[in-house]
């Protein structure tokens, strides 16, 4: 048999190589026809959520069998032209491939509209009638990427589809919350109703009495939670101070209640009573609640004071404590946190779902929870009748603290986990932030109303006036141990341009859970999931150095505080009695040297330390499939090298 030269294996294997290349293109040609798609995201990404296939099927039920009745219509505008930047480009595909998952549910209850609204076109005209916002580039070219959703006489719009990831993670919530508006109208929506003592409403700044009488004043925001609610519900002010629950609200948000006379939390007894939703988010230390002290120079977060609602926590067995908050070792906020800027703070606390109840819709596909100065609920004797749901809870490595100091002795606190506090060993154990209390509830208020006129025997009380001992059937009440869970800050990062928390989809969800829960199961998906893996190795990384680091910076306060002595001896004396020994002096101050190099050394080991961890895990990431495919190539050569060899 003739043997190969190494032109015509080297022209074999060439060829072998073009015609694979071959069949790759064919095969993306070919499938690029077919609309088969699989989405192997975590949490199904890709795919509609239950709720909007709901919203959906609601949709086509509404319509029945009527052909003519009218669908609802998506008019997408997105200017595909020469010019416009290559994200609205990225972006729209994105956006289409939804859409016509929604349009593939729907069937012919639903009408996908695309529109290219170029320049000085009737397309742009529409645009511009539907309320879509022009923009612009660097190089002045503009362009429109958004979206109208109209049903019968309703139009919703979305004037702009953000393509910054934060925002395009959140674009099917964004589209179905949209449809759910326009599906509904304004007497079907359900009304919110917020009672709180701390400035959630903007306006002009409470604190600076120059701002209130200043009518030209900037004016505060509502905050970010208090702005999506208004988006979904019918949203009604309640005075901190109401003696009554208007009839009409079916969600009650109390906020930071301090020092509640008897009648408004008798007004809430008895709204809990006759079957109202009531969410109450309490603090023993609120940052947004500065006191009264109204020099800006002078104020102090956390002065406010503590908010309770004493008698009906009592009554429902789950007391508030109300002058601690809670330290955890485990889940305390990294020490690189842009939080905590290199100080340690074991009191504000950044919850993953290992610390909430991920078996509760409210909470199950929530990632991150910033929990600043929370207090804690004591749930061993729960009163007769009701059940409790733990929705976050600390590690068992907690403990309660002073808030105040907690802000600024984390280094003193840190240390007691470990040694305990005056030689004791640590008293460690879990605690409840967060809960659900379910059941039937029973008046914490057995007298009647406080301060109401007892009615003459033989006449009956006037029907407005009608006292409820116990509720008629199971109703829910949700307590959060933080009001700082509800502040922008702790959601949203201006600075970083992105969101740094589920805080407000929290929040969000339990108001969902007791209104409609629709949209709960799309504003929970997994849209950016946090790096565990890396988060733990630098944590563990950082805990193998805080001991060493701990021991040079008590050393250090040691040597300090014996050169500051040396030094003040030697200013005293004279030349006729010399109190310093220069030799002492000049031995503590190169040890003081030595120890900040030590601390300096220390400090830059643990961070070549995470800078390793990240590139192994970056080389893993994107070195695996290359090779994988070398590994691949070089087997297949050897085994065709081998079978011509043989032959």
Not at 172 to 177: A, F, H, T
């Amino acid at each position: 048999m003739k043997k190969e030269t190494k032109f015509s294996v080297f022209l074999n294997s060439l060829g072998g190589a073009l015609i694979v290349l071959l069949c790759v293109v064919l095969f993306n040609i070919i499938t690029a026809q077919f609309k088969f798609k699989v989405d192997m995201t975590e949490g199904n990404l890709y795919t509609l959520s239950d709720g909007t296939k709901e919203l959906l099927d609601k949709l086509a039920e509404d319509r029945g069998d009527d052909a003519d009745a009218s669908a609802l219509e998506i008019r997408l505008y997105i200017t595909n032209d020469k010019g416009v930047p290559v994200f609205v480009n990225q972006h729209r595909k994105r956006i289409e491939d939804l859409l016509e998952q929604y349009e593939s549910h729907a069937g012919d209850s639903l009408v996908l509209t695309k529109i290219n609204p170029r320049l000085d076109t009737d397309e742009e005209d529409a645009a511009i009638s539907d309320g879509i916002r022009k923009l612009a580039d660097r190089n002045n070219n503009n362009f429109y990427i958004g979206m109208a959703i109209s049903y019968l006489d309703a139009t919703e719009t979305i004037p702009f589809l953000d393509p910054n990831p934060t925002k395009a993670a959140t674009l099917e919530y964004d589209i179905s919350r949209a449809i759910k508006n326009v599906l509904e109208l304004d007497e079907d929506r359900q009304t919110v109703g917020v009672m709180s003592s701390l400035n959630v409403w903007g306006g002009p700044d409470p604190s600076n009495p120059m701002a209130m009488m200043n009518r030209n004043a900037p004016q505060q925001p509502p905050w970010i939670f208090l702005q999506q609610l208004q988006q979904d519900f019918n949203v009604e002010r309640i005075e901190p101070a109401a003696s009554e629950i208007p009839a009409n609200v079916d969600v009650l948000m109390v906020i930071h209640p301090k020092n509640v006379s008897e009648a408004t939390e008798y007004a809430l007894d008895q709204y809990v009573l006759r079957g109202g939703k009531l969410i109450v988010f309490v603090d023993p230390m609120a940052l947004r609640d500065e006191g009264n002290n109204q020099n800006p120079q002078m104020r102090i977060p956390g002065m406010g004071g503590a908010s309770n609602l004493t008698r009906l926590f009592a009554k429902w067995g789950v007391p508030f404590e109300g002058t601690k908050v809670v330290a955890d070792y485990e889940y305390r906020v990294a020490q690189n946190d842009f939080i905590s800027r290199g100080r340690a703070m074991p009191a504000y606390l950044t919850l993953g779902q290992a610390a909430l109840n991920t078996d509760e819709i409210v909470t199950e596909d929530l990632q991150v929870i910033r929990l600043p100065y929370a207090g804690s609920f004591d749930t061993s004797k729960v009163a007769t009748g009701l059940t409790v749901t733990k929705l976050m809870s600390s590690s068992e490595q907690a403990k309660l603290v002073d808030g105040m100091s907690s802000q600024f002795n984390g280094e003193q606190i840190m240390n007691t986990f470990l040694t305990g506090e005056e030689g004791k060993p640590a008293d460690l154990k879990q605690f409840t932030m967060g809960l659900r209390l379910s059941g039937k509830f029973t008046t914490a208020f057995p007298d009647g109303k406080p301060g109401a006129e007892a009615t003459p025997e033989g006449e009956e009380k006037p029907e407005t006036e009608t006292h409820l001992t116990e509720s008629t059937e199971d109703n829910h009440v949700c307590l959060i141990g933080d009001t700082d869970i509800l502040a922008d800050e702790h959601y949203f990062l201006p600075q970083l341009g992105r969101r740094i928390s589920h805080n407000i989809m929290l929040v969000q969800n339990v108001v969902d859970y007791f209104g409609d829960s629709t949209l709960i199961s799309i504003r929970s998906r997994n849209h950016d999931r946090p790096f565990t893996t890396i988060q733990k190795m630098e944590k563990d990384a950082q805990e193998r150095f805080e001991d060493r680091h701990e021991e040079l910076q008590k050393e250090q306060q040691e040597i300090i505080q014996k050169r500051t002595t040396l030094e003040s001896a030697g200013e005293g004396s004279n030349q006729f009695t010399l109190s310093i020994d220069p030799e002492a002096l000049k031995e503590v101050q190169e040890r003081e040297i030595e120890i900040r190099k030590e601390l300096r050394k220390t400090r830059n080991q643990l961070r070549a330390e995470v800078d390793f961890i990240i590139w192994i895990l970056k080389i893993v990431n994107i070195g695996t499939m290359p090779l994988l495919v070398i590994i691949f190539g070089i087997v297949f050569f050897i085994i065709k090298r081998t079978k011509t060899a043989a032959h």
